[in-house]
């Protein structure tokens, strides 16, 4: 059953006239609440709100479905403005971005020329581009954009999936780059990844403990209390630095137990997606946790 509800929200989150439509129905089915704001200033003024309880953010524009050059260049201008904007009100934010957004379905060399403009800018400033890894079809893609960037930059990083059977040696490969441990948030076939929960769960840890001890930050992204009460105990145990790494969790998720992180002296970092193309995004929330829904209907019926 819980498979069954999963995938309906991924097939929803994957229909590109819904998520092409959504962008004219403005913020709809409670999305607000994960989302912060359509604009700039908005996200801006989420940042330094969080930042004033000890918590870092890392922005996305949000952004699905690109399939024209101009969509990829609108995307990446809008990208600059808010590292520009990071930069001149000396927030602490970093970027997160999809390639597919940048143009990697378009064409890949188009892609990288975005992406060079985008971490040279925040090279200057000293901020930091997380690449986001989306399905395993644009893995290969964004992972040799990724090498690329790296050839002339040391602020861009990426996301390791684990529920990929590849996983552990990607992290092994990327030894020295700032990564985020995340489980994988798209359906993958069995040829490709672990499907069960208690698997997927079994190898985060293995590599969030691996990649802990090896000295390179690391940002360990899940709102499951058992995985990060394990990771705190380990770190505690193995003595590890509390500043090579932090914790992420998503906007409008768990926020008493962001702020608890960011209390009990964790780094933390909430990511913050903002922009109208909030559709596709918002699925792949309610396919990981239908119970999502409740807190929304809740919320709707009680405020
Ligand atoms: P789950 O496996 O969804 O939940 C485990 C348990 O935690 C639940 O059973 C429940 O007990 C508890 N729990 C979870 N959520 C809640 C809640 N809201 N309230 C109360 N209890 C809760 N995926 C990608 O594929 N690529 C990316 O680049 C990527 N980036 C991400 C960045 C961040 C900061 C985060 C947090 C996630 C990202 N993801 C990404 C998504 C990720 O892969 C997972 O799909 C998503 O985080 C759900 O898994 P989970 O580890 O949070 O916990």
Redesign the pocket.
Known sequence: MANLTRDFFIALSNNELLNKSAKKWGYRLGAEQFVAGTDIDSVIKTVKRLNDKGISC?VDNLGEFVTEKSESTAAKEKIISVIERIHEEQVSCHI?V?LTQLGLDIDESFCLDNMREIVGTANKYDIFI??????YHHYAPTIRVLDELLQDFDNVG??I???FYHAETDMDKYKDVRL?I?????KESEEVAFQS?EE??EN?LKLAKKRLKCNTFT?I???????IQEIKQFAAEEGINKNNFEF???YG??TE?QEQLANEGYLF???LPFGDDWYGYFM??L???P??IN?ILKDKLYT
Do not use: P, W
Request: with cysteine; proline share 0%; charged share 30%.
């Open positions: 890392t997160s999809k997380n690449i986001d890894t989306e399905d990426t996301v999936q684990s529920y985020r995340v489980k994988g948030a798209y929960k997927i769960d985060f940002s992204a899940t709102h499951d209390h058992h995985i992420q969790m998503l998720f768990r137990m970092c909430t990511y792949r929330r396919a990981e946790r119970q999502n807190l």
